[in-house]
């Protein structure tokens, strides 16, 4: 599978005793891909538990990701966004980036995994805005998912 995007995944207790420990990441990546990155960078679950993201790298594709992501977001949560995005029909693709353009349900990466398992909910409306998209139809459960 195609790498998406990466991250610079960065040791968060080396890095506040002042020790550079990090590297990308690129996702969708393998759990071993994953477990191999977090030991080379000196996590181990025990002295090191913690990391953070340094910065992201889209190449290009969908920058509007870039601005709802922050530095303590979830590996699995990004893999599993990147799993969906690499599943996605390229119509769906424009979909999702006009509707993270938007800007609502996009305060977390959960709410922006919502949103691309949701997709069906909004449609593209031609002839507005560049990427313009609106919802259709939806409404939200009590945790403010998209049902």
Same mark, same amino acid.
Request: proline letters at 4%; aromatic letters at 10%.
């Given at each position: 599978?195609?790498?998406?995007?990466? =991250?610079?995944?960065?040791?968060?207790? #080396?890095?506040?005793?002042?020790?550079? =420990?990090?590297?990308?990441?690129?996702?969708?990546?393998?759990?071993?891909?994953?477990?191999?990155?977090? #030991?080379?960078? &000196?996590?181990?679950?025990?002295?090191?538990?913690?990391?953070?993201?340094?910065?992201?790298?889209? &190449? &290009?594709?969908?920058?509007?990701?870039?601005?709802?992501?922050?530095?303590?977001?979830?590996?699995?949560?990004?893999?599993?966004?990147?799993?969906?995005?690499?599943?996605?029909?390229?119509?769906?693709?424009? #979909?999702?980036?006009?509707?993270?353009?938007?800007?609502?349900?996009?305060?977390?990466?959960?709410?922006?995994?919502?949103?691309?398992?949701?997709?069906?909910?909004?449609?593209?409306?031609?002839?507005?805005?560049?990427?313009?998209?609106?919802?259709?139809?939806?409404?939200?459960?009590?945790? &403010?998912?998209?049902?």
């Amino acid at each position: 599978m195609a790498a998406l995007f990466e =991250a610079h995944v960065t040791n968060l207790g #080396k890095y506040n005793e002042g020790v550079l =420990a990090g590297e990308p990441l690129s996702f969708p990546a393998s759990p071993q891909a994953v477990q191999a990155l977090l #030991k080379d960078i &000196g996590v181990d679950g025990i002295r090191y538990e913690e990391i953070f993201i340094a910065s992201y790298d889209f &190449g &290009g594709i969908l920058p509007e990701l870039l601005e709802h992501l922050g530095e303590y977001e979830s590996l699995d949560e990004l893999n599993h966004l990147a799993c969906l995005l690499s599943e996605m029909a390229p119509d769906d693709f424009e #979909k999702f980036g006009a509707a993270l353009s938007m800007g609502t349900h996009t305060s977390s990466l959960a709410d922006i995994i919502n949103l691309a398992e949701n997709l069906e909910y909004f449609e593209s409306q031609e002839g507005t805005f560049p990427d313009a998209c609106i919802a259709t139809n939806f409404s939200l459960n009590e945790n &403010g998912d998209i049902m």
